[in-house]
């Protein structure tokens, strides 16, 4: 039984079972044709859904795995949400870049005042600061 006949048993739509983990339907397709895994800190929430221990839930991952290994040839798109360290690696950094951006962006008054902000911990700079990431954002697109 693979994991779309075992979420099926317990009659649960796609939809329906991405609400009750908080994840996309999308994502739980992915996850049946065997395009992606589940990350690891979902599988417990994962396990409990689908009314399975976490091994017999690695056995119906793992199997997916196997089933699709032969069909599909690696690509960069592969990796997308996937969990691995160089995933979380590439988010990170990122992140950083994002944040250097913007605090590259921000006048010098607003920079400067920002700094003060952070060495006091001061949390009306920090929404200032998640305001402006936004703005920028906006504007980006």
Known sequence: MGLAER???LGYSQEGFA?????????????????TMPQPALRPRLAE????????LSTLVGQLACAEE???TPSASD????????DMIRREFLRVIAVAGTLSS????????????V?????EDFTRMNSHLWQVYQLAR
């Open 7 to 9: 979420r099926k048993t």
């Open 19 to 35: 609400h009750a983990l908080g994840v996309d339907r999308t994502t739980v397709g992915r996850w049946e044709t065997g395009r």
């Open 49 to 56: 859904v689908l009314q399975v221990s976490l091994s017999e």
């Open 70 to 72: 032969p069909a599909r």
């Open 79 to 86: 990796h997308h949400g996937s969990g691995d360290i160089d």
């Open 106 to 117: 921000l006048p010098p008054t607003d920079a400067h005042a920002l700094a003060e902000g």
């Open 119 to 123: 060495e006091r911990n001061a949390s």
